[in-house]
Nanobody
């Protein structure tokens, strides 16, 4: 069993930066692929980025590629999302998720979810 808690979401201006954190409990977290999704009101949950269990592989949505970076520190049981050059369209509730297995961009493949942290970008 893995429990996830996101933090770091705040209100920022366009062009600003944020780092989200996802703290995990559970001894097996270091063997899980992890990812970030986001959801805006009235929209479907959207894949943002994913990272393999050892941090050796990662993948990004086209909309954030070159601006966001996903990383992890297994010694701290934490996954991060560094977000730069933020845009108003990045405004959303950001969720952390984890799964045993490889990287996938489908939310249905992830068994463990946090409750989300709100990121708001003002224009």
């Amino acid at each position: 069993q893995v429990q996830l808690v996101e933090s770091g979401g705040v209100l920022v201006q366009t062009g600003g930066s944020l780092r989200l954190s996802c703290a995990a409990s559970g001894r097996t977290f270091s063997s899980y692929a992890s990812c970030w999704f986001r959801q805006s009101p009235g929209k479907e949950r959207e894949f943002v980025a994913a990272i393999s269990w050892n941090g050796g592989s990662s993948t990004y949505a086209d909309s954030v590629k070159g601006r966001f970076t996903i990383s992890r520190d297994n010694a701290k049981n934490t996954v991060y999302l560094q977000m730069n050059s933020l845009k108003p369209e990045d405004t959303a509730l950001y969720y952390c998720a984890a799964r045993s297995g490889g990287l996938v961009a489908s939310s249905g493949a992830y068994a463990y979810w946090g409750r989300g942290t709100q990121v708001s970008v003002s224009s």
